[in-house]
C-alpha cells in the first residue's frame, strides 16, 4: 500500500518535472513533429491540465475513461484549426489557466459529474489549448508535424492522468482519497498562480 502510494506521487512529480517553464514559443520554433511533441510537456499549464484530464476521466469510470481524454484531442484540434485559420477566440490564456484551476479543483473533490457535462467542460477548455497553439504554427507541412507532435504528446499526458489515477486508487480507499485531494489541490493552486502570473 504504501509503495503503490509513493508511486502515486512520482507519478505526480514525473509528470510536473519538465514543466519549468510557460510559455508558448514563437512561430519560428513551432515547426515539426519533435517541436509539437516537446513543446506539451514543458509548459506547467498544459503538464498539469493534461494529467488532471487523465485523472479525472480515471475517477469518472466506465466510457468516460476513454471518451475524456479523446474528446479533449479531438476538440483540441478543432480549436489549433480556428488559431491556424486566425479566427480569434476571447480570454484564450485565461481559459488555459482557469482549466488547470477547475481541473485540479474536480479532481480534489472527485466531483462525479455526468458524462454530458464532463465533455462540455472538457470540450471547452480544449478550444483554448488548442487555439493557443495553432495560432503559432505556420501554415505548412511542417505545421501539420508539429500539430501531430502535439497531440501525441497530449495523449501521453492523458494516458499519464489515467495511470496515476490507477495507482492511486491501488493505494487504498484511505490514502488513495488523500493523494487524489492532494494532487488536485496542488495543480488547482499552480492554475491559481498562473492565473495571476505568479508562476
Known amino acids: 500500500m504504501k509503495s503503490a502510494l509513493k508511486s502515486g506521487l512520482l507519478a505526480l512529480a514525473a509528470a510536473a518535472l519538465p514543466a519549468v517553464a510557460y510559455a508558448h514559443p514563437a512561430i519560428g520554433e513551432a515547426a515539426g513533429f519533435s ?7 514543458s509548459g506547467l ?12 476521466a480515471f475517477q469518472l469510470g466506465g466510457r468516460a475513461s476513454w471518451l475524456v481524454p479523446t474528446t479533449f484531442v479531438l476538440v483540441m484540434t478543432l480549436g489549433g484549426a480556428l488559431g491556424v485559420a486566425g479566427i ?9 489557466a482557469l482549466s488547470v484551476v477547475v481541473l485540479g479543483a474536480v479532481v480534489a473533490l472527485k466531483v462525479k459529474a455526468p458524462l454530458a457535462a464532463a465533455l462540455g467542460m472538457i470540450g471547452l477548455f ?5 487555439h493557443a497553439h495553432g495560432a503559432e504554427m505556420p ?3 511542417a505545421g501539420a508535424a508539429y500539430a501531430a507532435g502535439f497531440m501525441a504528446a497530449t495523449a501521453l499526458l492523458h494516458v499519464a492522468g489515467l495511470v496515476l489515477g490507477y495507482v492511486i486508487g491501488r493505494a487504498g480507499e484511505r490514502q488513495g482519497v488523500f493523494v ?3 494532487a488536485g489541490g496542488i495543480a488547482a493552486i499552480a492554475g491559481v498562480g498562473i492565473l495571476a502570473g505568479l508562476i
Open 35 to 41: 517541436h509539437g511533441f516537446v513543446h506539451p510537456i
Open 45 to 56: 499549464d498544459h503538464v498539469l491540465a493534461m494529467v488532471m484530464v487523465g485523472v479525472f
Open 88 to 96: 480569434n477566440v476571447p480570454f484564450v490564456e485565461i481559459g488555459i
Open 126 to 130: 480544449a478550444i483554448f489549448h488548442g
Open 139 to 141: 501554415e505548412n507541412a
Open 180 to 182: 487524489t485531494r492532494t
